[in-house]
């Protein structure tokens, strides 16, 4: 085994790990994107709190583009990942240094999706949860 081979299968092993790393992120995201809309369309909140339906209509707005944006992102992952599977009989570097970039800017779109979704998530998490209802006693 010659030393390029040695480190594109180093190379192509970290792009895997990367790949189930980001599969399992998204699968948790959507998740939580679940357990957010029942929040969000759920009769937990004090009616009588200022701008409570445009708010939350605006957070199941920015929901339903978190939503499209995973399954964009989910679909490029999932093509990604098949194409992998070529890249053991790919014998140029060309081939090699396209995979790499497409790996790269394939990380940084999961990336900032990732920073997107948690600062949504954390938005809404402080909003609802100084307007929930409080337990009659």
Not at 26 to 33: H, S, T, V
Not at 41 to 50: A, G, H, K, M, R
Not at 101 to 116: A, Q
Request: charged share 30%; aromatic share 10%.
């Amino acid at each position: 085994m010659t030393t390029t081979t040695i480190v594109s299968e180093k190379g192509l092993k970290d792009i895997h790990l990367d790949i189930l790393e980001w599969k399992s992120n998204l699968q948790f995201i959507k998740d939580e994107a679940h357990f957010i809309n029942q929040l969000l369309n759920s009769y937990v909140f004090e009616p009588t709190t200022p701008n409570l339906f445009e708010r939350l209509q605006s957070f199941k707005e920015q929901m339903i583009f978190i939503a499209n944006e995973l399954e964009n992102i989910h679909t490029n992952i999932r093509k990604h990942e098949s194409e992998l599977g070529g890249m053991l009989e790919c014998d140029t570097i060309s081939c090699d240094t396209l995979y790499y970039k497409e790996h790269e800017s394939l990380k940084k779109s999961f990336d900032n999706f990732y920073k997107i979704s948690k600062k949504l998530k954390s938005e809404i998490f402080q909003y609802a949860g100084s307007i929930l209802r409080k337990n009659k006693k």
